[in-house]
């Protein structure tokens, strides 16, 4: 996402987050969070259940009434935040608040997940760090990718926000969007291992989930798919030997949260990556064993549109395994969680794979400072 779309340490908050202590394999791929937060989630009626899939983003700089009564009937887990919704830090601090403000179901008490992309350069919602770009950050090597991510850390938490929408975990080739555009920590996977997990590590010291994205990786999509749908026909066996190279270091941390891209890999789906059960749980939980939380890039990207309205994408999600499902517009949110939860009451939905989606979303929720 760009305008309303755009070796780690291990730390507590992402342990947590990722459910990493349970250490039980759940129906979907993913690691099971603790009894509590699973007993929790399976309580859960069908509304709120769904709702734990779904974020929105509103305009403004005040919560909206339909993202009030979202967030007060538990029918979403968090929102997204832009530029346009404050003027200033502090008016960023006063939003934030007035969302954790909002009064919601007893069993969804813990913070909701507020989420910037705040990833240097020119993909930057709140002024101040991080002072470069991803490209010029992954010149300047670990150590001050490490303290950059440090002091953003420390921006988002006196803000309120409690999830970053970074780092770039992709591998820029020539001709690249990622690459034109600066995002990328560099050419090599080795190089954006040891520099962007290096700022992932400096957010989880200050006490904010990072986001590793966009698996399996755009380095290749010459066109940024907030424009436009993208094929990558690059080899399977280079796919995960270049492009996904840098999520093993992120996963074994554990990292917290994965965001998939809506790019389409025809060697291993028709459909784009956040929507496809062989990329979403096969390669990225069951292959890579991610135990953490996976989100969808922006479901309002042009890539995601061209496959259907925001009720059938959020069902190809839920389906292809995806925790969360991101929509910048508060309508588009609604009607996803409308779509969840009639597929729930009917059936044709999975009740046991959202519980185990929702076991995670909770447990990184309840992981986070208040």
Do not use: W
């Not at 601090?93 to 969302?99: A, E, H, I, K, P």
């Not at 010149?139 to 420390?154: D, E, F, I, K, M």
């Amino acid at each position: 996402m760009r305008r309303r779309r755009a070796t780690l340490a291990v730390v507590a908050i992402v342990a947590a987050a990722a459910g990493a202590a349970a250490g039980a394999v759940s129906s979907d791929g993913g690691t099971a969070s603790d009894p509590a937060t699973a007993s929790l989630a399976a309580s859960l009626g069908n509304r709120q259940l769904a709702g734990e899939r779904v974020i929105a983003g509103f305009a403004g700089h005040h919560p909206t009434a339909l993202i009030r009564r979202l967030i007060h009937s538990g029918r979403i887990a968090g929102v997204i935040l832009f530029a346009e919704n404050f003027d200033s830090t502090a008016g960023a601090r006063r939003l934030v608040r007035r969302l954790q403000a909002i009064n919601r179901p007893r069993a969804l008490s813990a913070p909701l997940l507020v989420m910037i992309d705040q990833e240097g350069g020119e993909v930057k919602r709140l002024a101040g760090p991080p002072a470069a770009s991803a490209a010029e950050m992954g010149r300047r090597g670990p150590r001050y990718c490490r303290r950059q991510g440090r002091a953003t850390g420390r921006l988002l938490r006196r803000v309120g926000v409690n999830v970053d929408l970074a780092p770039v975990l992709d591998v820029a080739r020539p001709g690249s969007a990622i690459g034109a555009e600066h995002r990328a920590f560099g050419h090599h996977p080795r190089q954006v291992s040891r520099t962007a997990n290096a700022f992932a590590a400096g957010l989880a010291a200050r006490g904010v989930a990072a986001t590793a994205k966009h698996f399996p990786g755009l380095g290749a999509a010459p066109v940024n798919t907030d424009v436009a749908s993208q094929r990558i026909t690059i080899p399977t066996r280079k796919l995960r030997a270049i492009d996904e190279h840098p999520y093993r270091r992120f996963v074994a941390a554990p990292g917290p949260l994965v965001m998939l891209n809506t790019a389409i890999y025809p060697r291993l789906s028709p459909l784009p990556a956040a929507l496809s059960p062989r990329i979403a749980t096969g390669e990225l939980r069951r292959r890579l064993g991610f135990p953490g939380v996976s989100i969808s890039d922006s479901l309002e990207a042009a890539s995601a549109q061209a496959v259907g309205d925001p009720a059938r994408l959020a069902r190809l999600g839920a389906r292809a395994g995806t925790d969360l499902l991101l929509y910048t517009g508060a309508t588009d949110a609604l009607a996803a969680t409308r779509a969840l939860t009639a597929g729930l009451r009917s059936g044709h939905l999975d009740r046991t794979a959202f519980v185990a989606s929702a076991s995670r979303v909770l447990a990184l929720r309840g992981s986070l400072p208040r």
